[in-house]
């Protein structure tokens, strides 16, 4: 029997991803007020995150962060996701090559205040949960460990953002692939990813509906993911070719 077919990103997949992004995230710990992080990124099994260097020594106490994972786009609700990822809190002895190590797979611009008004904590990952409006998933340390964030993550912002202000016509021709109850809903771009778009459909009097359009086959370069997405606007010309 073959295996089936992935057709989405897998929950610790959509942690990782969530992680590799710059999105706002809070560490509550067992004991002492919340503490809003510069940055937080996984490594391994490990949740890597930044720090005041004047907040409370934390070594060993318990804790869980919360990554807010918010659309670029002015969404009637702009969070897509929630990520709560729990363990407890070690301190770092040699805060600049565990940033020069984290800088490798994820040069985020907060590794510079490192050793210079924040300082970098570690959590090995005992669980996370993923939440969205299809519902919650559990993942584990080890499953995170074995998952990478999406290829595309860095980029989906700017296309987000790039395809809201100038080719709207674009959404318009992916709303005609909803189903007919959402045609009356306004439909906004959600989100794009190694196996296809997401599309909000928001209604002012009901719920609001997220929906997956999947390319043919998963993109593993840009190339690809290009393609992808011409043939889900329907583009006759499939290699980006102009008639002449």
């Not at 029997?1 to 710990?29: G, K, N």
């Not at 050793?115 to 919650?136: K, S």
């Not at 459909?201 to 993109?219: G, M």
């Amino acid at each position: 029997m073959s295996a089936p077919t992935i057709v989405e990103p897998t929950p610790a997949e959509r942690v990782r991803t969530v992680a590799a992004v710059p999105h706002a995230a809070v560490l509550v710990a067992d004991g002492y007020e919340p503490i809003t992080l510069a940055l937080h990124h996984v490594l391994d099994d490990r949740l890597v995150v930044a720090v005041p260097d004047d907040a409370p020594w934390l070594e060993g106490a318990r804790a869980m962060v919360e990554i807010n994972d918010i659309s670029p786009l002015a969404l009637r609700e702009r969070t897509r996701s929630l990520v709560w990822l729990s363990g407890r809190l070690s301190e770092v002895s040699d805060g600049a090559a565990l940033a020069a190590r984290v800088a490798v797979e994820n040069p985020l611009e907060a590794l510079l205040d490192v050793g210079n008004g924040a300082r970098l904590l570690v959590m090995p990952i005992e669980n996370a949960v993923l939440a969205d409006t299809a519902g919650a998933a559990s993942v584990s340390g080890s499953e995170l460990a074995q998952a990478q964030p999406d290829p595309f993550a860095g980029f989906e912002s700017a296309w987000l953002a790039h395809v809201e202000s100038g080719h709207p016509e674009m959404v318009g021709q992916l709303a005609r692939r909803l189903p007919g109850r959402l045609r009356n809903h306004r439909v906004r771009l959600l989100g794009i990813d190694r196996f296809g778009i997401r599309l909000r459909a928001e209604h002012h009097e009901l719920s609001d509906v997220d929906v997956r359009l999947n390319f043919q086959q998963p993109a593993d370069d840009m190339a690809a993911l290009q393609r992808g997405i011409r043939i889900l606007l329907g583009c006759p010309f499939l290699n980006g070719l102009r008639a002449g």
